[in-house]
Protein backbone atom coordinates (compact mmCIF):
# COMPACT_ATOMS: atom_id res chain seq x y z
CA UNK A 1 0.00 0.00 0.00
CA UNK A 2 2.47 2.73 1.14
CA UNK A 3 5.07 1.73 -2.24
CA UNK A 4 2.08 2.51 -4.29
CA UNK A 5 1.75 6.01 -2.42
CA UNK A 6 5.44 6.67 -3.48
CA UNK A 7 5.32 5.66 -6.77
CA UNK A 8 1.90 7.61 -7.40
CA UNK A 9 4.03 10.64 -8.28
CA UNK A 10 6.53 9.27 -10.72
CA UNK A 11 2.99 7.32 -12.30
CA UNK A 12 1.44 10.82 -12.57
CA UNK A 13 4.88 12.19 -13.75
CA UNK A 14 4.45 9.53 -16.77
CA UNK A 15 1.11 9.97 -17.63
CA UNK A 16 1.45 14.17 -18.27
CA UNK A 17 4.19 13.26 -20.52
CA UNK A 18 1.84 11.53 -22.54
CA UNK A 19 -0.84 14.37 -22.50
CA UNK A 20 -1.65 17.41 -24.43
CA UNK A 21 -1.10 20.25 -22.28
CA UNK A 22 -4.98 21.25 -21.71
CA UNK A 23 -5.42 17.65 -20.04
CA UNK A 24 -2.84 18.02 -17.52
CA UNK A 25 -4.57 19.70 -14.91
CA UNK A 26 -8.12 18.26 -15.34
CA UNK A 27 -10.18 17.03 -12.34
CA UNK A 28 -10.28 13.90 -11.49
CA UNK A 29 -6.95 12.85 -12.65
CA UNK A 30 -6.84 11.28 -15.94
CA UNK A 31 -4.22 8.25 -15.21
CA UNK A 32 -4.25 7.33 -18.43
CA UNK A 33 -4.97 9.74 -21.06
CA UNK A 34 -8.04 10.50 -23.30
CA UNK A 35 -6.04 12.65 -25.92
CA UNK A 36 -2.28 11.68 -26.16
CA UNK A 37 0.80 13.50 -27.54
CA UNK A 38 3.60 11.55 -26.30
CA UNK A 39 5.27 11.66 -29.58
CA UNK A 40 5.11 15.22 -29.92
CA UNK A 41 6.28 16.19 -26.45
CA UNK A 42 9.28 13.72 -26.48
CA UNK A 43 10.16 14.48 -29.74
CA UNK A 44 10.24 18.11 -28.48
CA UNK A 45 12.41 17.06 -25.93
CA UNK A 46 14.98 15.05 -27.06
CA UNK A 47 15.43 16.74 -30.76
CA UNK A 48 13.88 20.77 -30.08
CA UNK A 49 15.22 23.54 -29.21
CA UNK A 50 17.51 22.29 -26.43
CA UNK A 51 18.17 18.36 -28.30
CA UNK A 52 18.37 16.18 -24.91
CA UNK A 53 20.72 13.50 -26.88
CA UNK A 54 23.17 16.13 -26.70
CA UNK A 55 23.20 16.29 -22.62
CA UNK A 56 22.27 12.66 -22.48
CA UNK A 57 25.80 11.81 -23.93
CA UNK A 58 27.51 14.14 -21.99
CA UNK A 59 25.82 12.86 -18.89
CA UNK A 60 26.94 9.39 -19.71
CA UNK A 61 29.93 10.14 -20.44
CA UNK A 62 30.72 11.87 -17.60
CA UNK A 63 28.81 9.63 -14.75
CA UNK A 64 30.37 6.09 -15.96
CA UNK A 65 33.65 7.53 -16.91
CA UNK A 66 33.69 9.33 -13.14
CA UNK A 67 32.55 5.95 -11.89
CA UNK A 68 34.90 3.67 -13.32
CA UNK A 69 37.87 5.81 -12.36
CA UNK A 70 36.23 6.48 -8.68
CA UNK A 71 35.61 2.87 -8.03
CA UNK A 72 39.38 1.77 -8.78
CA UNK A 73 40.93 4.98 -7.16
CA UNK A 74 38.87 4.00 -3.45
CA UNK A 75 39.61 0.71 -4.11
CA UNK A 76 43.19 0.93 -3.89
CA UNK A 77 42.87 3.32 -1.54
CA UNK A 78 40.55 0.99 0.76
CA UNK A 79 42.82 -2.11 0.16
CA UNK A 80 46.07 -0.19 1.16
CA UNK A 81 44.25 1.28 4.28
CA UNK A 82 43.29 -2.21 5.12
CA UNK A 83 45.69 -4.70 3.90
CA UNK A 84 49.01 -3.06 3.85
CA UNK A 85 50.92 -1.80 6.53
CA UNK A 86 52.89 1.04 6.59
CA UNK A 87 54.37 3.68 8.69
CA UNK A 88 51.39 6.10 10.32
CA UNK A 89 48.49 4.15 8.34
CA UNK A 90 46.12 4.29 10.59
CA UNK A 91 46.89 8.31 11.40
CA UNK A 92 46.96 8.79 7.45
CA UNK A 93 43.78 6.91 7.03
CA UNK A 94 41.96 9.23 10.00
CA UNK A 95 43.44 12.58 7.92
CA UNK A 96 41.40 10.94 4.77
CA UNK A 97 38.12 10.41 7.16
CA UNK A 98 38.07 14.10 8.48
CA UNK A 99 38.52 15.44 5.08
CA UNK A 100 35.08 14.44 4.94
CA UNK A 101 33.84 16.95 7.29
CA UNK A 102 34.97 19.71 5.09
CA UNK A 103 31.77 21.01 3.17
CA UNK A 104 32.07 20.99 -0.68
CA UNK A 105 30.90 24.33 -1.29
CA UNK A 106 34.28 25.96 0.97
CA UNK A 107 36.40 24.03 -1.97
CA UNK A 108 34.64 25.51 -4.84
CA UNK A 109 36.90 28.27 -4.88
CA UNK A 110 40.27 26.68 -4.87
CA UNK A 111 38.98 24.10 -7.01
CA UNK A 112 37.58 26.52 -9.49
CA UNK A 113 40.90 28.71 -9.58
CA UNK A 114 43.05 25.63 -9.57
CA UNK A 115 41.08 23.89 -13.18
CA UNK A 116 41.00 27.92 -14.45
CA UNK A 117 45.18 27.87 -14.09
CA UNK A 118 46.03 24.06 -15.14
CA UNK A 119 43.30 24.15 -18.33
CA UNK A 120 40.56 21.44 -17.01
CA UNK A 121 38.03 24.66 -16.41
CA UNK A 122 34.74 23.94 -18.89
CA UNK A 123 35.49 20.26 -19.61
CA UNK A 124 34.54 17.01 -19.06
CA UNK A 125 37.65 15.76 -17.88
CA UNK A 126 37.97 18.50 -15.09
CA UNK A 127 34.54 16.81 -14.32
CA UNK A 128 35.70 13.22 -13.91
CA UNK A 129 38.88 14.01 -12.26
CA UNK A 130 36.13 16.34 -9.11
CA UNK A 131 35.06 13.03 -8.49
CA UNK A 132 38.06 10.27 -9.06
CA UNK A 133 38.02 9.75 -5.18
CA UNK A 134 35.00 9.98 -2.56
CA UNK A 135 36.57 9.66 1.22
CA UNK A 136 32.98 7.86 1.85
CA UNK A 137 34.08 5.45 -0.88
CA UNK A 138 36.70 4.53 0.47
CA UNK A 139 35.76 4.52 3.84
CA UNK A 140 32.94 2.25 2.86
CA UNK A 141 35.25 -0.38 0.89
CA UNK A 142 37.59 -0.60 3.59
CA UNK A 143 35.09 -2.15 6.12
CA UNK A 144 34.82 -4.61 3.17
CA UNK A 145 38.40 -5.38 2.54
CA UNK A 146 38.54 -5.92 6.21
CA UNK A 147 36.41 -8.45 6.70
CA UNK A 148 38.37 -10.71 4.47
CA UNK A 149 39.75 -13.07 6.21
CA UNK A 150 44.27 -12.83 6.49
CA UNK A 151 44.00 -16.41 5.32
CA UNK A 152 43.48 -15.60 2.02
CA UNK A 153 46.20 -12.87 1.97
CA UNK A 154 48.76 -15.45 3.40
CA UNK A 155 48.11 -18.32 1.16
CA UNK A 156 48.65 -15.91 -1.80
CA UNK A 157 51.60 -14.47 -0.40
CA UNK A 158 53.27 -17.88 0.35
CA UNK A 159 52.15 -18.74 -3.19
CA UNK A 160 54.41 -15.83 -4.38
CA UNK A 161 51.62 -13.25 -5.50
CA UNK A 162 52.34 -9.30 -4.71
CA UNK A 163 49.76 -7.12 -3.40
CA UNK A 164 48.78 -6.17 -6.79
CA UNK A 165 47.53 -9.73 -7.97
CA UNK A 166 46.51 -10.25 -4.28
CA UNK A 167 44.23 -6.65 -4.86
CA UNK A 168 42.35 -8.16 -8.50
CA UNK A 169 42.58 -11.79 -7.98
CA UNK A 170 41.90 -12.60 -4.03
CA UNK A 171 40.46 -9.21 -2.74
CA UNK A 172 38.39 -7.79 -5.60
CA UNK A 173 36.42 -10.78 -6.22
CA UNK A 174 35.59 -11.73 -2.83
CA UNK A 175 34.39 -7.99 -2.23
CA UNK A 176 32.21 -7.58 -5.70
CA UNK A 177 28.86 -6.86 -4.66
CA UNK A 178 30.22 -3.85 -2.36
CA UNK A 179 31.71 -2.76 -5.53
CA UNK A 180 28.69 -3.28 -7.58
CA UNK A 181 27.29 -1.26 -4.76
CA UNK A 182 29.36 1.77 -4.74
CA UNK A 183 29.38 1.99 -8.63
CA UNK A 184 25.77 2.14 -8.62
CA UNK A 185 25.58 4.91 -6.02
CA UNK A 186 28.91 6.43 -7.72
CA UNK A 187 26.79 6.76 -11.08
CA UNK A 188 23.40 7.94 -9.32
CA UNK A 189 25.53 10.83 -7.67
CA UNK A 190 27.25 11.74 -10.13
CA UNK A 191 24.23 11.80 -12.47
CA UNK A 192 22.10 14.14 -10.00
CA UNK A 193 25.41 16.49 -9.58
CA UNK A 194 24.23 20.11 -10.50
CA UNK A 195 26.20 21.75 -8.61
CA UNK A 196 29.95 21.18 -10.26
CA UNK A 197 28.86 21.12 -13.75
CA UNK A 198 27.16 24.23 -12.91
CA UNK A 199 30.60 25.99 -11.27
CA UNK A 200 32.97 24.24 -14.12
CA UNK A 201 31.17 24.37 -17.35
CA UNK A 202 30.27 27.00 -19.49
CA UNK A 203 30.05 26.14 -22.84
CA UNK A 204 26.45 24.71 -23.67
CA UNK A 205 26.97 21.80 -26.06
CA UNK A 206 28.85 20.45 -22.94
CA UNK A 207 25.98 21.00 -20.31
CA UNK A 208 24.95 17.83 -18.67
CA UNK A 209 21.13 16.40 -18.25
CA UNK A 210 20.56 18.26 -14.83
CA UNK A 211 22.26 21.76 -16.33
CA UNK A 212 19.78 21.19 -19.58
CA UNK A 213 16.76 20.33 -17.15
CA UNK A 214 16.93 23.37 -15.64
CA UNK A 215 17.50 26.03 -18.95
CA UNK A 216 14.35 23.68 -20.65
CA UNK A 217 12.48 23.85 -17.41
CA UNK A 218 13.13 28.16 -17.63
CA UNK A 219 12.15 28.37 -21.32
CA UNK A 220 8.81 25.71 -21.02
CA UNK A 221 7.66 26.59 -17.58
CA UNK A 222 4.34 26.92 -18.40
CA UNK A 223 4.08 23.53 -20.59
CA UNK A 224 4.07 20.84 -17.84
CA UNK A 225 3.86 18.04 -20.41
CA UNK A 226 7.03 18.97 -21.80
CA UNK A 227 8.71 19.59 -18.80
CA UNK A 228 7.67 15.94 -17.39
CA UNK A 229 8.25 14.47 -20.53
CA UNK A 230 11.52 15.98 -19.85
CA UNK A 231 11.61 14.63 -16.10
CA UNK A 232 11.04 11.07 -16.92
CA UNK A 233 13.72 11.30 -19.88
CA UNK A 234 16.46 12.45 -16.81
CA UNK A 235 15.22 10.14 -14.59
CA UNK A 236 14.90 7.02 -16.95
CA UNK A 237 18.76 5.43 -16.65
CA UNK A 238 18.56 5.86 -13.18
CA UNK A 239 15.53 3.80 -13.05
CA UNK A 240 17.46 1.29 -15.47
CA UNK A 241 20.86 1.13 -13.29
CA UNK A 242 18.97 -0.05 -10.04
CA UNK A 243 16.16 -2.23 -11.81
CA UNK A 244 20.05 -4.02 -13.21
CA UNK A 245 21.98 -4.26 -10.31
CA UNK A 246 19.67 -3.95 -7.03
CA UNK A 247 20.34 -8.14 -6.87
CA UNK A 248 23.97 -6.50 -6.36
CA UNK A 249 23.04 -3.83 -3.93
CA UNK A 250 21.18 -6.56 -1.78
CA UNK A 251 23.98 -8.57 -1.48
CA UNK A 252 26.55 -6.11 -0.51
CA UNK A 253 23.55 -4.85 2.36
CA UNK A 254 23.72 -8.77 3.49
CA UNK A 255 27.41 -9.07 3.06
CA UNK A 256 28.23 -6.13 5.28
CA UNK A 257 25.84 -7.28 7.94
CA UNK A 258 26.98 -10.59 8.45
CA UNK A 259 30.35 -10.59 10.93
CA UNK A 260 32.64 -13.86 11.11
Known amino acids: M??????????????????????????????????????ENYKEVWFGQFPFYIYYWNSIKVAVSTTLLSVVVSALAAYGFSKVR????????????????????AMLVPQFILYRNIGLFDSHLGLVLLGSFSVLGTFMLRQFFMGIHTD?????????????????????PIVRPA??????????????????????????????????????TTINGEFYSLIMAAAVSAILPLVIVFIIGQKQVIEGIAQGGVKG
Do not use: C
Open 2 to 39: FSIMFLLPFIWMLSTSFKIEADVFTFPVQWIPERWNGF
Open 179 to 216: IATYAILRFIWTWNDYQNPLIFLRTDSLYTIQLAMQKF
Open 152 to 172: YIDAAKIDGAGHWRIFWSVAM
Open 86 to 105: FPAGKWLFLIVLATYMVPPQ
